[in-house]
């Protein structure tokens, strides 16, 4: 199927949040559309794993969302992995698309859902074999699966081996002919561990390949300088830079995403940094209309 992005205006600025949230409220009939902040463009719905894909109450409510566009994280495809995605989870997935309609569905590179209630983080082997299977597992999920898949940069303490990430995961993207996600806050991580700026090193990256960003807030450990993508602190002014920076040269960019836990918290502590991010984005876009 290999699906190709189109090159459209960009989809927006949207807000990430858990399934869990939305069932809570409505377990308690307390959901309605104006909890939802009005001034996004979309919606991420975060951390969807094989049980909650086959939950149709999950499914009913995904065109109730404000009727914003949709996009979706999903756990269980399993790129970089021996064993890849099952055909029993792509049909899943498959059904779940048909109903949610999504503008794209991502996943982290290593990072899946083993059971209900834990995620397993398994530690990213940066080798010519792990590669060949993220490639075979991207070239699949492109065959088989409805919807545009972008693969996201995993957090950096959860990769080891002697070939440099960005390379590596740049090969994966061109051989797959596969687009990605990239997490400023996993990025910036890289940064502070190996010391060396991630602008420069994404000059050479395949920046036409980057159609979502993600942002979260977080913090830095002034002990070890090591920083950590937390989702709840305060966030980083380098983060914004690194957006900048992104917005600027990434040409099939749709959507800028900001990540929470849950909505509560993006309703109290995050609107702030989601209307900095909306000025940023349309004060970016109407720059380039101008030229």
């Not at 939802?36 to 094989?50: A, G, K, Q, Y």
């Not at 999903?74 to 890849?84: C, N, P, S």
Request: with cysteine; aromatic share 10%.
């Amino acid at each position: 199927m290999n699906h190709q992005i189109e090159s459209k205006p960009i989809l927006g600025v949207g807000i990430a949040f858990i399934p869990n949230f939305i069932k809570l409220l409505k377990s308690q009939n307390q959901f309605n559309n104006d909890i939802l902040p009005r001034h996004i463009d979309f919606f991420e719905i975060s951390s969807l794993d094989e049980k909650e894909l086959e939950e149709e109450e999950i499914l009913q409510w995904f065109p109730l969302l404000n009727k914003k566009n949709i996009t979706a994280h999903i756990f269980g495809f399993r790129v970089g992995t021996k064993l890849g995605p099952s055909d029993e989870f792509i049909s899943k997935v498959n059904k779940a698309v048909s109903i949610i309609q999504p503008t794209f569905i991502s996943e982290d590179l290593s990072q899946f859902r083993v059971a209900p209630t834990a995620i397993d983080t398994s530690p990213l082997l940066l080798t010519d074999e792990t590669k060949k299977y993220c490639v075979d597992a991207l070239i699949k999920i492109n065959e088989a699966v409805e919807v545009p898949f972008l693969l996201e940069n995993p957090p950096i303490s959860f990769m080891i081996g002697e070939q440099d990430f960005l390379t590596w995961f740049s090969d994966c993207l061109e051989l797959s002919n596969s687009y990605c996600l990239l997490d400023i806050g996993h990025l910036l991580s890289w940064e502070s561990i190996v010391g060396e700026s991630v602008i420069s090193r994404l000059k050479d990256f395949p920046l036409d390949k980057v159609v979502q960003i993600h942002l979260a807030q977080g913090m830095v450990d002034y002990t070890s300088k090591y920083y950590a993508d937390l989702h709840g602190e305060p966030y980083s002014e380098r983060l914004y830079e690194i957006l900048l920076y992104l917005l600027e040269k990434c040409p099939n960019l749709k959507a800028v995403t900001l990540e929470h836990f849950n909505l509560f918290t993006a309703l109290s502590t995050g609107l702030n940094d989601l209307q900095r991010v909306r000025e940023i984005t349309k004060n970016f876009l109407e720059s380039k209309t101008a030229v």
